[in-house]
Structures are given as C-alpha cells and as structure tokens.
C-alpha cells in the first residue's frame, strides 16, 4: 500500500469515530451502572442466572456451613476459608461456620456460587473491590451480608446501532 492511501485508510477510520458517541467515562467520577443483581444460580433448576460477577453477597440466614463453597475454591484460589461466628445463632447452621473470601486471591469465577445448594451465595454488580493493603481484601461474612451500595455520579449504559454508548 502506497503512502498516500495509507494516509487515507487512517484519515477515514479516524473520521468515523468522529460521528460515534462517546463510550469511554471519567472514572472514577463517573461509573457505570451495571443491569441486573449479579450472577447467580438457581440450583433447583441447575442453571446460573447471567449476572456481573462482582463482590459476593451472602446471606447468613441461608447459610448452613455446609462448606461446598469452601472445597470448591480450594481446587481453584484457596480464596475462601470457613471461619466460626459463635454469636451468630442462625436454626439451619448449628456450628455457625460461614465463609469468608479473600479477594486478593479470588478470581471471580463464580464456582462457589454454582456450588452452593441453599442460594446463600451469589455475586453482585459491585466492581470496585480495591485496597492500598491485602487485609482490607479480606471479606468476613458479616461483610459479605452487607448489599453494595450503588456507586454515585453513575451512568447507563445504552445499546444503539453503532454499539454501546452513554448518555
Ligand atoms: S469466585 Fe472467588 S471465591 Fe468463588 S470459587 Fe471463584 S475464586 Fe473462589
Ligand atoms: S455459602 Fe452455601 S455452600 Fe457455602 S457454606 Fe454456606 S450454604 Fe454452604
């Protein structure tokens, strides 16, 4: 290809971006707001139901210590440890063990959520798991309950016909 028509190949693909609308966002002034609850998986049916996998939400009521969350990750990151909570007196988890995960070594896969039976682990739209330090990683489940609070100076996100944007 000659120099001029190569001018022209870049020229041309440049001016077409010109007429795209802008998907990039000032993060982190600016955010995304994520559709949907976050990956989960409905074991009555034996499907996952398509979701962000983020931060982990896990409800201690559900929970019975049964650890398959646990053995699960244990082939995979070693993220996730069962920790007892002696205070927490939940009727379906008599030893009161709970998983805590450590997201320094977690890799989002989402296995612990197909391998948990009772629904007491799923994963949520929150993206922004960072720390200065690897101890601030560490999940307990008393953390783990707590629903992520919606990021602010969020944006949609739309589908066009050229593609994602945002307003
Ligand atoms: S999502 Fe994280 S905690 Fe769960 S199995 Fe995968 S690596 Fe382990
Ligand atoms: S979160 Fe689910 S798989 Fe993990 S210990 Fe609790 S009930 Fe068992």
Redesign the pocket.
Same mark, same amino acid.
């Given at each position: 290809m000659s120099f001029v028509n190569r001018l022209f190949s870049a020229i041309n693909s440049g001016t077409k971006h010109l007429f795209k609308r802008r998907f990039t966002l000032r993060y982190p002034d600016q955010k995304f707001i994520l559709e949907g609850e976050g990956y989960q998986y409905d074991p009555k049916n034996g499907v996952g139901i398509a979701g962000y996998r983020g931060r982990h939400i @896990?409800y201690l009521e559900? $929970?019975?210590? $049964?650890? @398959? $969350?646990?053995m699960m990750c244990k082939g995979i990151s070693l993220a996730i440890e069962?920790i007892n909570l002696p205070d927490k007196q939940i009727s379906v988890n008599k030893k009161s063990?709970? !998983?805590q995960i450590d997201y320094s070594k977690c890799v989002y896969c989402g296995f $612990?959520v197909d391998?948990? !039976?009772?629904r007491? @682990?799923f994963e949520t739209n929150d993206y922004e798991v960072v720390s200065y330090d690897r101890e601030s990683l560490l999940f307990t489940p008393e953390q783990l309950a707590v629903p992520p609070k919606k990021p602010k100076g969020t944006h949609d996100l739309k589908y066009g016909s050229r593609g994602a944007y945002h307003a």
């Open positions: @896990l559900r $929970c019975t210590g $049964c650890s @398959l $969350c646990f069962m063990n709970f !998983p $612990c391998a948990c !039976p009772f007491a @682990l």
